[in-house]
């Protein structure tokens, strides 16, 4: 599906030909011919991309063509970027003075060398870009359109949802779970509870609602929530349960010895209760021998750990009290969370777009992410006629594989506008159960260009727009205001933050082949060839310089703020002499100043240089 991406990409290529700074310096040149010519074949491109796009499901000759043009886009993006770029340093030079017009004023020498540069640039671009169409007109592509879909209006109470007070069937389910916890007071060894089920039935939903019971809050002096996911390190576990039971940074070796030690100090005199969230791990070896002794002869006596997963398997490891298995929801529970969310945008609840409905429900067989995500896409869709439409797609959820809630989940992300497309997909660069900041997203976005304004609303009113409609559609979750420098230059503002659940960033990954970390690269032994959003972590330089193999396209460069250790200040800070970041557009480096030259930071939206 990562070409679906490819569309809106030339689009905003195209438009950037257009723009009226760059067309003042490419006449400026006399290379404004050259900058018609360019457009002209990039509108030509888009009208058969979208039949390009259908054609390259079984077409490989077609699909490598658009990994081409892919290419050049880009290549063609850096090129117009340069002109716009040359247009605004000298209109910034010029400042506001009235005797010369906006970049009137320029030596000969400075022009004339420009010129003599970007002329090859733009002929280069050209060359490929005009073999690409020829080799495209052999394809016996059609015109078509563009396929926007569309957008809700805004919505300005979506950052304050309380999810909490909108969840449906899971009443009992609180009420078991909490009981069996309360019902541990009097084991004096702590007891694990496992919570499994299918992927999209709401284990992380439930576990909040208990961890949230008042109940529970009174009963348990030490409340902990911890998001395991694919990383079952043993270091890492222990070292953020300390840091929860703290709420101070961990500074200790990874020493496990001195490690267990400092969390039965911190531990040792409360009765606990420590949520251990999507846990994958099927080793037991690893949870009885490694995990299991540590955090299991802590804490006072009714302590507890309550586990989230999907296999039965896992479940049957860690347990010492019987799992609780999620089941899916009945078919009137169904109902209710699918019309909380299909009905609510001004959709009338027709008769028969009720009929509809029901049936659309009915194929989601109880998944509550399912229902939320159709009840979403739904809420767009006032008439009759859409609704059949979509009743129609191959939505049925497959129960019981990996992937099962994928085929609505991607129905969902198809129905998305273009510019939502982008922003979704771009979330894939972050890793699993990773806690994003809404602001620096948006920043992230649009430093990209992959929100457009409309006439209406800024960039960033843009963006808090898109946000809004990702939440609503539940590509985007778990939001929540937070007050704390770790998100903010200043403590004294909130913020908000939020995760992705991890079908969706299972569908993230899928729909885009942009994004990579580090690690993934020296894992898979692969260059940063057609990455173009990048996640550093904890990497020697040398091996970092050894992904890189002449010039790069990376757009995005990011660290997270936990991996801010001694050698990687110092390698971040040569990171720009050494490796040829040319066509950088972000980068996030907290906590270290880097300096780029001209050269390297001429297409450097955020940080604002």
């Avoid at 400042?95 to 090859?120: D, Q």
């Avoid at 602001?439 to 609303?457: C, P, V, Y």
């Avoid at 200043?490 to 659940?501: A, D, G």
Wanted: net charge neutral; proline share 2%; with cysteine.
């Amino acid at each position: 599906m990562a070409e679906s991406l490819l569309f809106p990409l030339v689009r905003g290529v195209a438009s950037k030909a257009t723009n009226a700074l760059v067309q003042t310096v490419t006449r400026m040149c006399g290379l404004d011919d050259d900058r018609q010519t360019l457009e002209h074949h990039l509108l030509a491109v888009e009208c058969k991309l979208v039949n390009a796009e259908e054609m390259s499901q079984t077409n490989g000759y077609v699909k490598s063509w658009m990994e081409k043009l892919k290419a050049v886009a880009y290549e063609a993006d850096d090129v117009l970027d340069e002109f716009e770029y040359e247009a605004l340093r000298r209109k910034s030079q010029i400042g506001n003075s009235t005797s010369c017009k906006v970049l009137g004023y320029v030596t000969c020498c400075s022009l004339l060398l420009f010129r003599f540069a970007m002329s090859k640039k733009l002929e280069a671009v050209l060359g490929k870009i005009k073999e690409l169409v020829e080799e495209m007109n052999t394809f016996g592509l059609e015109n078509s359109g563009s396929r926007e879909y569309q957008q809700h209006p805004w919505r300005q109470t979506h950052s304050k949802l309380d999810e909490s007070t909108k969840i449906f069937g899971r009443g009992d389910d609180k009420e078991g779970v909490v009981k069996l916890l309360l019902d541990q007071q009097d084991q004096r060894m702590v007891q694990v509870l496992p919570i499994f089920g299918m992927g999209g039935l709401g284990k992380t939903t439930l576990a909040k609602m208990v961890y949230n019971d008042q109940e529970v809050k009174q009963h348990f002096e030490l409340k902990m929530w911890h998001c395991v996911s694919e990383n079952f390190d043993v270091i890492a576990i222990v070292k953020s349960i300390i840091e929860l039971a703290t709420n101070e940074r961990c500074d200790l070796p990874d020493n496990i010895e001195l490690l267990q030690k400092k969390l039965d100090e911190v531990t040792g005199q409360k009765r606990f209760l420590l949520v251990l969230d999507d846990v994958w791990n099927e080793e037991k070896r690893m949870w009885d021998d490694e995990l299991k002794p540590i955090l299991c002869s802590v804490g006072l006596p009714g302590s507890v750990i309550v586990v989230t997963c999907r296999s039965k398997q896992v479940a049957s490891i860690m347990a010492t009290i019987k799992p609780h298995e999620l089941a899916f929801l009945s078919e009137e529970d169904s109902w209710e969370l699918f019309s909380n969310k299909a009905f609510s945008d001004g959709v009338e609840e027709q008769l028969e777009l009720h009929t509809i409905g029901r049936r659309i429900v009915n194929k989601c067989e109880g998944l509550p992410l399912a229902l939320k995500t159709m009840g979403g896409l739904l809420s767009s869709k006032k008439q009759v006629d859409e609704w059949k439409a979509i009743e129609e797609s191959n939505i049925g959820a497959n129960v019981g594989g990996k992937y099962e809630v994928m085929p609505i989940l991607k129905l969902s992300y198809k129905h998305l506008s273009y510019e939502m497309k982008q922003c979704f997909a771009f979330c894939a660069l972050f890793r699993k159960d990773y806690e994003m900041e809404k602001g620096m997203l948006i920043q992230l976005w649009m430093a990209n260009g992959f929100i457009q304004e409309d006439g209406t609303m800024d960039l960033t009113q843009k963006g808090e727009f898109i946000f809004h409609e990702l939440v609503w559609r539940s590509f985007l979750q778990n939001t929540k205001e937070v007050l704390s420098s770790a998100y903010s230059v200043s403590s004294k503002y909130e913020t908000v933050v939020f995760k992705m659940h991890d079908l969706m960033h299972d569908l993230a990954r899928d729909v885009s082949n942009e994004c990579a970390t580090i690690r993934e690269l020296i894992k898979q032994k692969a260059l940063v060839k057609n990455v173009r959003h990048l996640q550093m972590s904890r990497v020697k330089l040398e091996k970092i310089c050894g992904l890189f193999d002449g010039r790069t396209s990376v757009r995005t460069l990011l660290a997270p703020s936990r991996i801010q250790h001694r050698f990687l200040h110092q390698d971040i800070k040569r990171l720009p002499y050494l490796l040829p970041f040319v066509s950088l557009r972000a980068l996030r480096w907290q906590s270290v100043r880097v300096s780029f030259n001209v050269e390297n930071a001429k297409h450097l939206r955020f940080p604002k240089t």
